[in-house]
Structures are given as C-alpha cells and as structure tokens.
C-alpha cells in the first residue's frame, strides 16, 4: 500500500459502485405528428416495443381527438447496470384542425405535474426513496416536407424550451437528398434563434468537449431515418428501408444522424440532460412554486408578521411583549440550572 496517498482517489470508484447499485432513471418524450415515425424511433433506439397495444385512429377521428399523454415505463438491464426508461408519448399532437393552446397545454400540464410530484417527495418524510418521473429529454419531430418550422413548431418550443430539454429531430430524412437536409438544418436553426428559442445543444464543458461530442452538436438537429426491418447487404444484416435503388441504412452515419443521435441521448449526454434538468428547469420550477407560496417574497400584500407571530402588540392580555418577556424568564432560567449543575459537577471532580 502506498503510503504517500491519502486514498481519496478512491472516490469516483466508490461513487460509481453506489449509483451502479441503486439504478438509474431516465425519461424521455417525444412531440410530433402523427405518422412521422415516433414510435418506430424509439424502438430502433431501445430495442423495445413500447406501443405494442397502441390503436390506430382512422383518420377521421384523429381530427377530433385532443391531445393524450401516455407513459410507459420498461426496466433494461445491460453489463450489470440498470436502467428504468419511462417513454411518454403524446397521441393526437397536431392532428387537430385547430392547433392552438389545446395543443401544447396538456404537455405543460404533465411536466410541471411531475415537477411538483418531485417538489412534494423531496418535502416528505421518505426522502431515501424518491423515484423520479421528470421529464429529462423532449425530442420533437419536424416534419421532413415542411421546408423549415411551421407556427405549431415554433409556439410548442417557445412555451416548453423554459421547462423541459428540446431536441429537434428531422424525421423521415430519407426523402430528402443530403443537399435538402442540409438546407433544411440551416432553415430550422436560423428560425430557432429569431424566435429566441433555447434548445438543448449539448455543450458539457467546452474546454474538455472530445471530437465525439463536437461532432453530436454539429448535427442539431438530427435527420434520422428509423426501421425495424433487417435486409443483408453486402453479406452484412443490417436495420434499413428498402428503395428499388437500394437501402437506406439506419446505422450508417452517412446515411442519416440515427447512430449520433442515440450516442448523445444514451452514452454521451444522458446524465448532463438529467443533471440539467434538475440544476436549471427544475431549480426554476421550485423558486416559482416558492414565491408563489411565499406573499412576502412574492411582494405581494399578505398578512403582517408582526400580528401573525403576535410580537410588537404593545401588552395586554395574551400581547407580544408578555410572550417575548416570559420566554426570556424560562431562557434565564435554564441558564441559571445549567450553571449550578456544571459548578456541582466541577466541584465533585475537584473533590475526587
């Protein structure tokens, strides 16, 4: 063993065995359409099937369907580290005729509903264990077809980008050629900062930001194409569509952003995207539901202290100044006991 060293190194090892233990929690959102492939992304991403009991609408109800939220949570387990992923799917998301506040309101509901979950546990007696259903991720689809952001797009972000991580996602990039999709990246981030809105750019330290990661911010927003269909290519079974002129391939990153925007969202940035949530949307949260709850912070006109706290009443019968002056007496008192037992106390020691 060696001496010289305290042992401290140890930390990280000892920190990384606990939460390894313990688990991880991770929930992600996805906001679109309908038929821009939500679902299939994410069981291309997870190898899950998270929507295996979900019903199709015919098109004429999905015109008069409001906006759903559903979550569904699966335990994955991969080289001894678990992880509980909660998946919540928003169903009928613009597919209303009129897409206005009906649209986005249930969303906000939902997330600043888990935030005061998270608030509550956090002030209760069982802190040790907390489960933690806030929203870290919100990966929104922009429609390939729409040259850039509709006015739906920009009011969802522009309501939720103080709340919750947005990542825009180019779905269906496979009908575009790679001219178009560049095009089009360059369109949706030049409209994103006119419109002022924050989305997550994956920045986690920019002196210590590896190549990698550089390279995961460079894409925002992903074009992805997304398939659960396995063709052989080149003696290769890979997860691609099928074209008469060949196959585009999911995992190919010359074909689409797929590989770089599942690196970001589960090797690389999972954790800044949860500690991000916790340190900036929710921390923002928590002092707005503080004001709010305070009139004094809040500067609103509330009941005066010194009446509520009965001090400064000027005596009487139950007044502040009899209540300050009894309270002095038992301090005194107390004192006054505390020093007679520690004199007797010196004095047996002495004797001894």
């Not at 429609?143 to 739906?152: F, V």
């Amino acid at each position: 063993m060696d001496t010289s060293q305290l042992g401290f190194h140890n930390l990280p090892f000892l920190a990384h065995r606990k939460s390894v233990k313990k688990g991880f929690e991770f929930t992600l959102m996805v906001v679109g359409e309908s038929g821009l492939g939500k679902s299939t992304l994410l069981q291309s991403l997870f190898l899950t099937n998270f929507f295996s009991n979900k019903d199709i609408l015919p098109a004429g109800e999905r015109i008069k369907q409001t906006v759903n939220i559903e979550a569904t949570t699966v335990d994955i387990e991969e080289k001894g580290v678990k992880l509980r992923l909660t998946v919540v799917d928003t169903p009928g998301f613009g597919d209303a005729v009129d897409n206005a506040q009906s649209s986005w309101q249930p969303i906000i509901d939902y997330i600043n509903e888990k935030y005061d979950q998270y608030l509550r546990d956090e002030s209760g007696l069982n802190r040790r264990n907390i489960e933690d259903h806030r929203v870290h991720c919100c990966l929104y689809f922009v429609n390939p077809c729409s040259h850039g952001l509709k006015p739906l797009d920009i009011a969802f972000m522009k309501q939720l980008h103080h709340l919750v991580n947005i990542v825009p996602v180019i779905a269906k990039s496979d009908t575009l050629t790679p001219t178009e999709v560049r095009a089009l990246k360059t369109r949706i981030l030049s409209e994103i900062m006119e419109n002022g809105i924050h989305i997550y750019t994956g920045q986690i330290d920019e002196e210590e930001d590896s190549d990698e990661v550089k390279e995961l911010r460079d894409a925002i927003p992903f074009a992805v194409v997304a398939s659960n269909s396995v063709f052989e290519v080149n003696g290769k079974r890979v997860r691609g569509r099928l074209y008469p002129w060949g196959v585009v391939e999911v995992e190919n990153k010359d074909h689409c952003d797929f590989v770089k925007l599942r690196n970001m969202l589960i090797r690389t940035h999972m954790q800044d995207l949860k500690d991000y949530t916790q340190d900036v949307h929710y921390e923002n949260f928590r002092k707005s539901k503080l004001l709010a709850s305070s009139p004094i912070m809040a500067g609103s006109e509330g009941p005066d202290i010194g009446a509520v706290m009965n001090i400064g009443g000027g005596g009487g019968k139950g007044g502040g100044g009899d209540v300050l002056r009894k309270k002095d007496m038992e301090l005194e008192e107390m004192r006054r006991m505390m020093a007679l037992l520690q004199a007797q106390l010196n004095a047996k020691q002495d004797h001894v």
